[in-house]
């Protein structure tokens, strides 16, 4: 995802590297230990929050799509394929 948005423009590696790092850093400030288990998660704030600070989409959309994948997990079978539905955006 992050390489396909940025061929598409949306951000230069410089931005990556820096907004990366500064969530690297938030992280240790509240406590990571650092030992690289939690970097995926600071990966995935890094373009969260590319996202949402580029306008590609909103904080809102990107919680809407994270709680429809959640429910489309919950009921769909283990070694199925995850498709989303109309219902799994229902509040």
Request: without cysteine; negative net charge; glycine residues 6%.
């Amino acid at each position: 995802m992050a390489l396909a948005l940025h061929q598409k423009g949306l951000f230069a590696w410089s931005e990556w590297s820096a907004m990366l790092g500064d969530e690297i850093k938030k992280a240790q400030a509240a406590g990571d230990p650092d030992t690289g288990e939690t970097y995926y998660l600071h990966w995935l704030a890094t373009l969260e929050r590319m996202v949402a600070e580029k306008g590609a989409a909103s904080r809102q959309a990107l919680a809407e799509h994270y709680r429809a994948w959640e429910r489309a997990t919950q009921r769909t079978p283990h070694g199925k394929p995850i498709e989303l539905q109309p219902e799994d955006f229902l509040k």
